[in-house]
């Protein structure tokens, strides 16, 4: 039958399927703008870590004491779970949560009352960190690592983004001052070969990667 003989009311009804199909492509494009708006990239976390950055001694840190003109003295030693270790004259120090160079001066001033010479090296001999990385990794779970290490450094360790995993949407929690503080990274460049300014974890990073939207 030509289109203009049709029944009385067909083309309102063939309008109204169209109307309806636009409802529904406006309503998916409104949808998907409020996806891709909610995820916009957080923004970096303050003072970010970096190959030269100071570390801070933790439980499970190998120490090496070196003193100048007392051999018999050095030691190598592991710092226990409670954050200590035990040295001639001194007995029980508590290091961790102390940079290297400040254990150092305090040691160098302790040991004066004992020494003729007190001076002291303090040496990281093994510095070993431990982050949490999940989500869409290959093989997600805890891993330890030596310092410093890179997120890219530590997902590849964890196997990789796995094929649901989103390389550009990669968030990294860090608790900061008491509060837990959290960035979006995006290793898509670094996978590409493109030069990027690494970003560094600290000891209790947690790692999270997003599920790919494509």
């Not at 109204?16 to 909610?38: E, I, M, Q, Y």
């Not at 923004?43 to 570390?55: E, R, S």
């Not at 009352?113 to 989500?135: F, Q």
């Given at each position: ?26 309503a998916f494009l409104v ?7 909610c995820q916009s990239p ?173």
């Amino acid at each position: 039958m030509p289109y203009d003989r049709q029944l009385p009311g067909t083309n309102i009804v063939c309008r109204s399927h169209k109307t309806n199909g636009c409802s529904c492509l406006f309503a998916f494009l409104v949808s998907a703008a409020l996806v891709f708006g909610c995820q916009s990239p957080l923004p970096p976390l303050p003072n970010p870590p970096g190959p030269h950055t100071a570390v801070r001694l933790s439980p499970g840190d190998v120490l090496k004491l070196s003193f100048a003109e007392e051999s018999d003295l050095d030691q190598t030693q592991k710092i226990r779970r409670d954050g200590k270790i035990s040295l001639p004259y001194l007995g029980e120090v508590t290091v961790a949560g102390r940079r290297v160079s400040d254990l150092q001066h305090e040691l160098t001033r302790r040991y004066d009352e004992y020494l003729d010479n007190p001076e002291v090296l303090v040496t990281l001999e093994n510095g070993l960190a431990t982050v949490i990385v999940s989500g869409f990794a290959t093989y997600p779970g805890k891993i330890t690592f030596d310092r410093p290490t890179t997120v890219y450094q530590a997902i590849m360790t964890a196997g990789g983004v796995s094929d649901y995993g989103s390389l550009s949407n990669i968030h990294l929690t860090r608790i900061i001052d008491g509060v837990q503080r959290t960035e979006t990274i995006n290793l898509r460049p670094n996978i590409r070969g493109k030069p990027t300014n690494p970003k560094y974890v600290q000891d209790g990073d947690v790692i999270y990667i997003s599920r790919s939207l494509f």
